[in-house]
């Protein structure tokens, strides 16, 4: 049983370029959360996704958006780079929304803003 | 939101010796508290979970513990070895009971000396 899985493991962006990460669930999950989780500190809650809709968002800037595919994978993309923007980004899956469950995560994606 | 405080930030143990971490949070609609293993270059492992009917719960040498009343919950590993080191975040959820965005802590280093 494949777990979470991220793309790429790690990326190199200069200031005002823009990025994309990408996430696939864990078998069976519909919902995919991502986190911002900066050096030293906890993961940070960015949007969640279900349904191929954003159901809830952090205290993130518009900079930040994502998408949901059918197929349950999802998109994170960060426009404008920031230097402040370097960190590791998280992808959590989870079986069904609304309802109490764990969050699994990825092993994440470094980014590095230059 | 939810606000959660983790202590303490380093932890340095003897092989064998037990380890505590503890957390307190603010929102009393809370009932749900995961805690998770990362290790240096990896993404969060959860290890334990408790649910707020319950007030411990164990799995072999790990347990946590919740006291709803006082609004805080801690991990305790027993027997620890070498390969427990890593970094340990508690979390629960947004204020509202939100299972799905989950605010962390900002994460005990336990180092377990041979």
């Known amino acids: 049983d494949a777990g979470v899985t991220q793309s790429p493991t790690h990326l190199i962006k200069t200031r005002g370029q823009q990025v994309t990460l990408r996430c696939s669930p864990k078998?069976?999950?519909?919902?995919v959360s991502w986190y911002q989780q900066a050096l030293g500190q906890g993961p940070q809650f960015i949007f969640q996704?279900?349904?191929?809709?954003?159901?809830q968002r952090g205290n993130f800037p518009d900079r930040f958006s994502g998408h949901q595919f059918p197929n349950y994978s999802s998109e994170l993309n960060v426009n404008a780079l920031l230097l402040g923007d370097s960190a590791l980004y998280l992808c959590?899956?989870?079986?069904?929304?609304?309802?109490?469950?764990?969050?699994?995560f990825g092993p994440g994606t470094r980014l590095t803003v230059l | 939101g939810e606000n959660v405080e983790q202590h303490p930030s380093t932890l340095s143990v003897q092989e064998g010796d037990s380890a505590v971490i503890k957390c307190t949070y603010s929102?009393?609609?809370?009932?749900?508290f995961p805690w998770y293993k990362q290790e240096l270059g990896k993404g969060p492992q959860l290890i334990i979970d408790?649910?707020?009917?319950?007030g411990e719960k164990k799995d072999q040498r790990i347990a946590v513990t919740l006291n709803k009343t006082a609004k805080h919950f801690s991990l305790h590993i027993t027997e620890t070895q070498p390969e427990d080191s890593a970094v340990y975040f508690c979390?629960?959820?947004?204020?509202?009971?939100?299972?799905?965005?989950?605010?962390f802590g900002k994460g005990t280093l336990l180092t377990v000396n041979p």
């Open positions: 959590a899956s989870s079986p069904r929304q609304g309802v109490t469950d764990t969050q699994y």
């Open positions: 078998s069976g999950h519909d919902t």
């Open positions: 996704y279900y349904e191929e809709e954003e159901r």
């Open positions: 929102d009393s609609a809370s009932n749900y």
């Open positions: 408790i649910r707020s009917n319950v």
């Open positions: 979390a629960a959820p947004a204020r509202g009971g939100s299972n799905y965005k989950l605010t």
